[in-house]
């Protein structure tokens, strides 16, 4: 056995040992949920976890002692965001008012990881229906980030965000439908990635569906391009998804970025917010692409203001979510939710079919921009993590203020978009920059955020202390 902790190894680093019969799934497993009963009660980052996972272990153990691996990921740990069916358990979405009963099969993305030889360790939690960036629901409580448990772990993705920084496994998966990925993962010094809209197949679509999109949380950014590799395969449950093209997102991933024309852009249709540390970071990666030969220039795409458009988007799907709901069940849902959806379910059929014409529009001109510049370089974040046990009060303003003003437009462009961590800040919290390219070229992504990553040299989270 390695003397390394297995629980702090990337997939590619597990994968390895495995090959070299220097490490076996089953003694990975067994490190990771060593650490996951010594961490998880006060991270609280699983809505379940999944009985079987030492039988899975087992079964891929005997394979790559027979020399016969099944797939790309085989006996490597993966959580799943408990938005997404798994077989056997229920699809609780965070909420006291969802269905209690095991789900029958798998999704797509799932289906993927299992054919892959993954192992599944359980579900993640989530906010409710995914609906904000504070990770907590009233169903499992708060999520807590791993660098700091005063702070949130960010949402909607937060169980699968604190688990990669918990080192609860190297994989996690994911949903995006205004930044669910990439917000945690910038909170908790993670990559995120939000592919191409339809690159990962979804079933059955959720309240979002029209802007979410399925995607890897994981410590490195080759992890996040084998894991895409193997969520992103045809299936025909799902009309809207993309051709299947097998393919391996590390290719080339190591290429760097000379030559590639990157804008560094302020502003998505609005002044967003965005603190000194934050600027500091973007300036930060800014000058690691520049040093590594990529034109890097200051550009606006000229977006409307996108806060017109998502609002509709995000107020009209929560509507849908409580007017569907039993109505004398709706007081267990969040209030915050319930606001949201008291303040926008009047919307006219002509105001939604507006924001569904200037989405049409962003999507243009972010096309138009593409032509100009291989990459967009942005903030992930107005700020670092905030504080986990915080009120959710004016849900609205914060959408545009605090959680998600730089991630939502690239759902409404449907390009995209990877979250990748730059350094701590003076607390100790990580920051991050977000790099989005037009759509289908994730390849341009995961080449930027591999030098970023390679300059950067972020460190695991620190989990000693008195609190930890």
Known sequence: MTSTDPALLSAEQLLSLYARRALSPVEALKAVTERIARYNPWVNAFAALNPRALSQAGESEARWRAGRPIGPLDGVPVTVKDVMNVTGFPTR?????????????????????????????GKTTTTEFGWKTPGDNPLTGVTRNPWDPRRTAGGSSSG??????????????????????????????????????????QWPHGAFSAVSVAGPITRTVRDAALMLGVMGRADAR???????????????????????????????????????????????????????????????????DTRQIFGRVWGVALARLVATAPEDKRSLLDAG????????????????????????????????FHLRHDLLLCPTTPTAAFAADQPTLHPTQAL??????????????????????????????????????AQGREDLCFRAARLIERAAAMPLSDMAGPQR
């Not at 080192?167 to 908790?188: K, N």
């Not at 545009?400 to 003076?426: E, H, K, Y």
């Open 93 to 121: 979405r965070g909420s006291r008012l969802s269905d209690t009963a095991p789900a029958t099969e798998d999704a797509p993305a799932v289906m993927g990881l299992k054919a892959a030889g993954a192992v599944i360790l």
């Open 160 to 201: 699968a965000a604190a688990a990669g920084a918990a080192c609860f496994g190297p994989l996690h998966v994911g949903t995006d439908a205004g930044g669910s990925i990439r917000i945690p993962a910038a909170y908790c010094g993670l990559v995120g990635v939000k592919p191409t809209y339809g690159r990962v197949p």
């Open 238 to 304: 799902d009309p809207f998804c993309l051709p299947d093209e097998a393919q391996d997102w590390r290719s080339g991933i190591e290429t760097g970025v000379a030559g590639l024309r990157v804008a560094l852009v302020r502003r998505l249709g609005f002044d967003a917010p965005l603190d000194a540390e934050g600027e500091a970071a973007l300036e930060r990666a800014a000058d690691w692409l520049r040093g590594a030969g990529a034109i890097v220039e200051d550009a606006d795409p000229g977006l409307p």
């Open 337 to 368: 939710l319930e606001e949201v959806a008291r303040r926008e379910g009047g919307m006219s059929a002509v105001d939604f079919l507006g924001a569904e014409a200037m989405r049409t529009e962003a999507a243009h001109l972010m096309g138009q």
């Open 400 to 437: 545009w203020r605090d959680w998600a003003p730089w991630t939502f437009a690239f759902n409404l462009t449907r390009q995209p978009a990877i979250s990748v961590p730059t350094n701590l800040d003076a607390e100790g919290m990580p920051r991050a920059v977000q790099l989005a390219a």
